[in-house]
């Protein structure tokens, strides 16, 4: 069989800070693994030369995993610079030069989105799209409308088997296992669905605030940066159906229909909070309405999910850096022991990140002659093995030209449809102190007497907010 492994590798933004976090790393990794043999090359406009990109890779890598000297050597000497304005032709004709004989380039944009169109129209009009493959990075757009704006032109000069929109989330072990966990194991179906589950949550707290990244963030936002994409993908792994078949597009198809199940939200659906002193952050507007912290209650239009709430919280500056999903069950219809005092004592909670776990909640007696309850958890903690990095998983896939972990065309415009409608400021951004979690409006999502659950640092049982 023919191979139709891309064979270079090109990497738009190679002094930005995606590159500096996540690429030169996971490159060093696919180098070390003996997965990768190719020449790597990198555009942007501010490091003077290679020695200046090496440097920079070097430093990345000390940072962000640390450095291996074999690999590093390797990925040294395979690196080559162009250095360009994204508007200028002549940049594009420098990198078909340094392709050489390379006939199916894979190009990465980690650049920011209103760059992708020139960046495109550039690839094109030099003829380097040809054979090529194309991995976007999130947010794909700013709202539905420049969604489709920019399918519609990736689409013209990529078909859309080239093109990987990257969620680095979809690469994550514990976002995988949301599937499997689901699907290799009969005794969850039975109870995953409305008429035994109550409500859903998914947090990601992080307490860590702008660190460098002001100004890509002030022009997007919680929202966009992590609800539309990471939180969306989590919900729609936790709530789609089975798949029928094994190819991607089985997967993807039932995926789909999970986004489109989704009900566009309302205004009345959303808080939005702002840290105190985000304003102050390097690159941030001093009157920026752009919101650090978002909660969400959102439904689902489904047989299965009617009914059933689901909440989603996403900030910056929180008390802990945790991801988690707490399917929180319905009481036993009875209390034919003690009174059961902890609302969400059933219920099934994956711990994303960090300290990864999946956890069923329940009742046991505790020892002795009363007939007395206590919570308890069944913990399965799995090993660490030889983890993956999201972003070698994702890149490696991409260049054998697997689609299964990336997000389609009709998906990621779906998704913006459940957002769209609360985007531009429709609501108000609330401030709110660091180290807390979020505005005190937050309380106002929660239908009936449901409560926030906060996840624990050490990833210890889940407590609600208030007991
Ligand atoms: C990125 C967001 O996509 O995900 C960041 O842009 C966020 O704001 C990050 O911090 C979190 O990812 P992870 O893998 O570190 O949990």
Redesign the pocket.
Known sequence: MRNLDSDAFVFFGATGDLAYKQIFPALQAMIRRGHFNMPIIGLARSARDLDQLRARARESLEKHGGLDSGAFAVLSERLQYVNGDYGSEQTFRDLRKALGGASRPLYYFAIPPDLFVTVVQGLASAGCNKDARVVVE?PFGRDLASAQALNRLLLQSFPESAVFRID??LG?EPVQNLLYFRFANSFLEPIWNSNYVRSVQVT?A?TFGMEG?GKF?DEIGAIR??VQ??MLEVIALLTMEAPTGRDPDALRDEKQRAFRAMRPLTPGDVVRGRFHGYRKEDGVASDSQVETFAAIRLHIDTWRWAGVPFYIRAGKRMPVTA?EVLVELKRPPQEVFDTITQRQANYVRFRL?PNVSIALGARAKMPGEAIVGEDVELVVRPGSGDEMM?YERLLGDAIRGDPLLFVREDSVEAAWGVVDPILGNVTPVHEYEANTWGPVETEQIMSGDDRWHNPQPSAEKTLAAKE
């Open positions: 999130k680095h989330y994550k990601m992080e990244r963030y940066d992590v994409n990471h991801t990140s999201p």
